[in-house]
C-alpha cells in the first residue's frame, strides 16, 4: 500500500513538473525549460525534483514523447474513424488541426532542433507509427497523373530504405508520395504555427487545402 502510495506521488509530480515545463516552452521556447525554475515554482528545491528527472534531457525526452504519441493517436484514431476514401484529408486536417490546438508541443517535435539533445530510440519509434499512418493513407489514393521522371527517379531510389515505419514495407512509389506528403504538408503547417503567413492578406488555410488537392492529384 505505501509503494503504491509512493508511486502514485511520484507520478503527480512528474506529471506537475511537466505542466509546468510546458508552461515555460510557450514563454521560452526550449532554451527557457529550466529544471531549478520548475522546482521553484511547485514549491521544491533543484536536487528535490532531480530525483524525478535525471536532468533536462531526460524532462524533454518526456515532453517529446508525450507530443509524438499524442499526435500519433489523434492521427490514427481520427483516420480509423473515416471512411477510406476520406482518410487522406483527415490525416491532414488532423495534422493542422492538432498543431494549432497546441503550436508550442508541435515545435517542440518538428521545429528547430535542440542544441546539445539527442533523442532516444522511443522517440524515433513513435514517429514511425505517425510514418505507418501516412503510408496507409496514402495507399488509398489513386493517382490522377504519371509519375515525372524526377519521382521515377526518387522512387527507384527509395526503393529499400529504411524501414520508415513499423508493418508492411511499401514500395519505392508510396515512399514517394508519403514522403511529398510529410514534407508538404508539414511546410505549411509549420510556416503557419510560427505566423511567417502574418500580413500577407490571404487565408493559410486555403493554402493548405491546395497542398491537400496538388497531393491527392499527384501533383
Not at 516552452?25 to 526550449?30: I, V
Not at 473515416?82 to 488532423?94: M, Q
Not at 513499423?166 to 514500395?171: A, I, K, L, N, R
Not at 512509389?173 to 506528403?181: F, I, M, S
Amino acid at each position: 500500500m505505501a509503494t503504491a502510495r509512493r508511486e502514485r506521488y511520484r507520478q503527480q509530480t512528474r506529471e506537475e513538473a511537466k505542466a509546468v515545463a510546458l508552461t515555460q516552452l510557450a514563454e521560452s521556447g526550449t532554451a527557457g525549460i529550466s529544471v531549478n525554475a520548475i522546482a521553484k515554482a511547485m514549491g521544491m528545491t533543484g536536487p528535490a525534483l532531480y530525483r524525478y528527472f535525471a536532468g533536462r534531457d531526460e524532462l524533454l525526452t518526456e515532453l517529446i514523447t508525450d507530443a509524438y504519441r499524442d499526435l500519433a493517436t489523434v492521427s490514427a484514431e481520427a483516420v480509423e474513424a473515416a471512411a477510406p476514401a476520406d482518410r487522406f484529408r483527415v490525416l491532414a486536417h488532423a495534422f493542422r488541426d492538432w498543431a494549432k490546438r497546441q503550436p508550442d508541443r508541435y515545435l517542440l517535435i518538428y521545429g528547430t532542433p535542440v542544441p546539445g539533445y539527442q533523442a532516444p530510440p522511443e522517440t524515433t519509434e513513435i514517429s514511425a507509427s505517425l510514418m505507418r499512418t501516412i503510408f496507409d493513407a496514402c495507399a488509398t489514393l489513386d493517382r490522377a497523373t504519371a509519375p515525372t521522371p524526377l519521382e521515377a527517379e526518387l522512387a527507384r531510389k527509395l526503393e529499400g530504405v529504411g524501414p520508415w515505419a513499423p508493418g508492411p514495407e511499401p514500395d519505392g512509389e508510396l515512399k514517394t508520395r508519403a514522403l511529398a506528403t510529410w514534407t508538404r504538408l508539414h511546410g505549411v503547417i509549420s510556416l503557419e504555427v510560427q505566423g511567417q503567413f502574418a500580413g500577407m492578406g490571404f487565408d493559410p488555410g486555403a493554402l493548405f487545402e491546395a497542398e491537400i488537392g496538388a497531393l491527392v492529384r499527384g501533383a
